[in-house]
């Protein structure tokens, strides 16, 4: 179990640009999530899949945001033309499926927009 | 859907004495309560958890105590350490399909 891989840690960009993030879940785990934190929250649902389908996304999400599970284990975020308002922590979490299954955060990538 | 709120938002307790964070709950139907604790530049890591099946659990200094009744639910540590100063979130869930957390309590230890 090498836990829950985010890449990168820390991106900069400018408001307009694209960026993607990826995560590499924990190998067993069929679901993943990503969350949004700012600061002094606690995280945000914004999507989660199993396997390879996304069950679910929240209102949150702007059609600005994308995220794929192409193959059922590695996920990608990405946002286009990217705004101030986006600058925050972006966590993604997996997990089993099943009740009291609980989530496995990887350390999260800061996203800064300026 | 389900809203969970936590309480303080800040403590501060000298090391070697006992801390506690409470959270409620407004949907019934949520069964699964986990608790994270947030390190500066990481992603929260799961300490302990409950289920609704449970009134109280514990793992060395740390225990959790759930009341349904009241949909309440708080964290206990004891004997705290000053590598216990993090964030700490509370979050509940009824399917195991989405979690809702609460704001975070930023617990320091005061040696």
């Known amino acids: 179990d090498t836990g829950v891989s985010q890449d990168p840690r820390h991106k900069i960009t400018k408001r307009g640009q694209n960026v993607t993030f990826r995560c590499d879940p924990i190998?067993?785990?069929?679901?993943l999530y990503w969350y949004r934190q700012t600061l002094g929250q606690g995280p945000e649902f914004l999507t989660y899949?199993?396997?390879?389908?996304?069950?679910?996304k929240s209102r949150l999400l702007s059609d600005r945001f994308s995220a794929e599970r192409p193959k059922g284990s590695f996920s990608t975020l990405e946002i286009q033309r990217t705004e101030q308002g986006d600058s925050a922590m972006y966590l993604c979490?997996?997990?089993?499926?099943?009740?009291?299954?609980?989530?496995?955060f990887g350390n999260g990538t800061r996203l800064t927009v300026t | 859907g389900e809203n969970v709120e936590q309480h303080p938002s800040t403590l501060s307790v000298q090391e070697g004495d006992s801390a506690v964070i409470k959270c409620t709950y407004s949907d019934s139907a949520s069964n699964y309560f986990p608790w994270y604790k947030q390190e500066l530049g990481k992603g929260p890591q799961l300490i302990i958890d409950?289920?609704?099946?449970?009134g109280e659990k514990k793992d060395q200094r740390i225990a959790v105590t759930l009341n349904k009744t009241a949909k309440h639910f708080s964290l206990h540590i004891t004997e705290t350490q000053p590598e216990d100063s993090a964030v700490y979130f509370c979050?509940?869930?009824?399917?195991?399909?989405?979690?809702?957390f609460g704001t975070g309590t930023s617990l320091t230890v005061i040696p």
């Open positions: 899949f199993q396997n390879e389908a996304q069950l679910e």
């Open positions: 190998s067993e785990h069929n679901r």
């Open positions: 409950i289920r609704s099946n449970v």
């Open positions: 979050a509940a869930s009824d399917t195991g399909n989405q979690f809702y």
């Open positions: 979490a997996s997990s089993l499926v099943g009740l009291s299954s609980p989530l496995h």
